[in-house]
């Protein structure tokens, strides 16, 4: 009755390893960025010079700094950093290989854009720092890393952020367990 899903020999064929993978590649570049101190420090330290600061000892993640879903404006309602990390889009068709694209959105108050007296964008300093770490590296996936395209958008009055999609080749192959 369920021959359909073991090989010659008796050996099971292993599940689909399409979504496993997309998951595994998530927390790597979420690892990535929470073991990044200039990153943190980006995200935490709210003036101007958040680099002078002490190493963000507290978890981005339970404070609802960095979050695992595609950005979803109706949740800024205070003078923050949020960064928005999860996958995009995928092709699954194609085997044993397939290009993954994540989103990284960088988001923040107009007035924290500008990090004043030094001439940096705090956006680009966070996007500078993960490309530093991530594009053309590997990483995450079979093969290097990939930033593709960014895109500067605003949400509403308050809010302006920084999108960028990140292609990781990502294994969707089936094999033998």
Request: glycine residues 6%; proline residues 2%; hydrophobic residues 40%.
């Amino acid at each position: 009755m369920f021959d359909c899903i073991y090989k010659e020999g008796g050996m099971r064929l292993e599940k689909s390893y399409k979504f496993k993978n997309i998951e595994a590649n998530l927390i790597k570049l979420l690892y990535i960025i929470l073991s990044n101190q200039p990153i943190l420090k980006y995200i935490y330290y709210l003036d101007s010079d958040p680099q002078s600061h002490a190493d963000v000892e507290i978890n981005l993640l339970e404070t609802g700094n960095i979050v695992l879903t595609l950005f979803d404006e109706t949740i800024l309602t205070e003078e923050c950093v949020k960064i928005f990390l999860n996958p995009l889009q995928g092709d699954l068709r194609k085997q044993p290989l397939s290009d993954i694209t994540f989103t990284l959105d960088i988001v923040m108050n107009n007035s924290l854009w500008i990090l004043t007296g030094r001439g940096e964008l705090r956006a680009y300093r966070i996007a500078d720092e993960f490309a530093e770490l991530v594009d053309g590296k590997n990483v995450a996936g079979i093969g290097d890393v990939e930033i593709t395209r960014f895109q500067a958008f605003k949400s509403g009055t308050s809010y302006s952020g920084l999108s960028l999609l990140i292609k990781v080749n990502s294994s969707t192959m089936k094999g033998l367990r």
